[in-house]
C-alpha cells in the first residue's frame, strides 16, 4: 500500500509539471506538448499523406517512384534514426538552428505521411470500380473524379486507421525525450533526477498516463470503425475497409 | 573534416570495429527478443484458449497494456523503475552481465509478445472450423487435433504479419540506445561524436538497417504470396 502511497505523493507534487512542463516560467512540456506535438504531427501528415497517395496512384512514374521509395524509408529505418537524419538535415537546409519540438515535428509529419499514403492508397483502392467509371463516363476529369467522388468516399473510410494512426503518433513523440523535446516524458525523466530513489513509482505514472490517453483513443477508433462500416453495409455498398485491426508495422 | 569520406569512419580500425560490434549487440537485442516475445507469444495464445474469463482477462489486459504504452516508456520503466525493486545482491550481477542489454531484451520481448500473441490468434481464426470438426471426428484429442492440424495452419496464416513485426521489432532494437545498450545506433552517434562525420555515421546506418529490413520484409512478402497459391481454391 505505500507503494501507491508514494504515487499518489508524487502525482500530487508534481502534476502541473506533468500536465504543462515548466510552463510559463519555462516551455510549454507535460501532457499538453505530447498532445499538441501528435495533433500538429497528425494534421501535418494528413494533407501530405494524401498528395502522396494520389502521387503513387498517378499514371506518371516520376511522381509514383519518390512516394515508392519515401514508404519503404519509412517502412524499413529506426524512427530514431530518422530523427537524427532531421535534426542534422534541417538546419543546414534553412540556415539557422531549429528547437527540439519543431525537429520532432517535421520528422513525425514526414513519418507518418507515409504510413498514411498507403492508408489512404488501400482506402482508395478498395472502393469499387465502377464508382471511378461512373465519374468518368460522366464526364469528370481523373482530378475531378478524385476529387468529388472517389476521395470523399476514401478518406471517410480510412477515419479509423487515421485514429490509430494518431494513436501511433503519440507513442512516438516519447522519442522526443532523446533529444531533449520537453513533452511527458521529459518531464517523468526530470521528476525521477529530482526524487532519485523512486523510479518504480515514477516510471509507472509515466506508463498509466500514456495508457489513459492511448487506450481512450483505440477504444474511439473501434467504436467509430463499427459505426463506418454499419453505415456502409445500411448504404449498401459493402466495401473490404482498410480494418484498424489490419496487421500493420505500427508500434513506437 | 573535409569532404563526404565514408571510408573515414571504415578505414579507421577503431570505428570499424566499434561498428561491428554494434552491428553484433542489435542481433543480439534482436534475436534475444525476438525468441522471448514469440515463445510467450504461444503461452498467451494457450492461456487465452482456456475456458476461463479471468485467464482471457488477464491476456487481454496484457495485450492492451504492450500496445498503449509507448515502447521507450516499457523500456525506461523496467531499466529504472523494476531493476530498482531487485535485491541488491540480482542488481550488482545484473550490473555485471549488462544489465542494460538485459533489460532491453526483457522489456522488447515482453512488448513485442503482445503483437505476436495477436497474430497467432488471427491466423487460428483464420482456419475453417470445418477443420476442427473434421480432426476431431477422425478421433484426434483436443491436444492431437491442434499440434497436427490447427496450429501448423495458424502459424502459416499468421506467417506474414509476423514477419511484418519482426520488421517492427527490429526498428525497435534501436530504441536500447535510450538507456544505454552499445547497439548499432548508440555506436553510430559515438563514432559522429568523435568525427564530427554525421552524413556519414547516417547514410551507413541507414543501409545497414535497410539492408536488413528490406530483406525481411521481402521474406515476407514471399509467404504470403506462397501462403495465396497454397490455399484451396474452394
Known sequence: MTMLGTIVDIVQDNWLLLLIGQYPNGPLGGIAATLILSVLGIGCAFPLGVLLALASLSPWRALRWPVFALVYGARGIPLLLIIFWVYFLLPLLIGHAVPGFVTMLVTLAIYEAAFISEIVRSGIQALPKGQTDAARALGHSHLAAMRWVILPQALFNTIPSILSQFVSTIKETTLGYIINVPELTFAAGQINNRLMTKPFEVYAILAIAYFIVCWTLTRLAHVVERRIAASRTHQGTAVAPPSVLTPRPEEA | ??????????????????????????????????????????????????????????????ISYHRNVPTLVQLMFWYFGIASLLPPDAQFWLADHNSEAVFAIIALGLCQAAYFSEDLRSGLRAVPKGQWEASRALGHSYIGAMRWVLLPQAVRNAGPAIVNHTVSLFKNSSLAMAIG??????????????????????????????????????????????????????
Open chain 2, 1 to 62: 573534416m573535409s569532404g563526404f569520406d565514408v571510408m573515414a569512419i571504415l578505414a579507421n580500425p577503431d570505428f570499424s570495429r566499434m561498428l561491428v560490434h554494434g552491428v553484433q549487440m542489435t542481433f543480439v537485442v534482436f534475436a534475444g527478443s525476438w525468441l522471448l516475445a514469440i515463445s510467450l507469444a504461444a503461452v498467451l495464445l494457450g492461456i487465452r484458449m482456456l475456458p476461463s474469463r479471468v485467464a482471457e482477462a488477464g491476456v487481454a489486459a496484457y
Open chain 2, 181 to 234: 545498450v552499445s547497439e548499432l545506433l548508440h555506436v553510430l552517434k559515438e563514432i559522429e561524436g568523435r568525427t564530427f562525420r554525421a552524413f556519414e555515421a547516417y547514410l551507413l546506418g541507414t543501409l545497414i538497417y535497410l539492408a536488413c529490413t528490406l530483406l525481411l520484409m521481402a521474406f515476407g512478402a514471399w509467404l504470403e504470396r506462397r501462403n495465396r497459391n497454397m490455399r484451396p481454391a474452394a
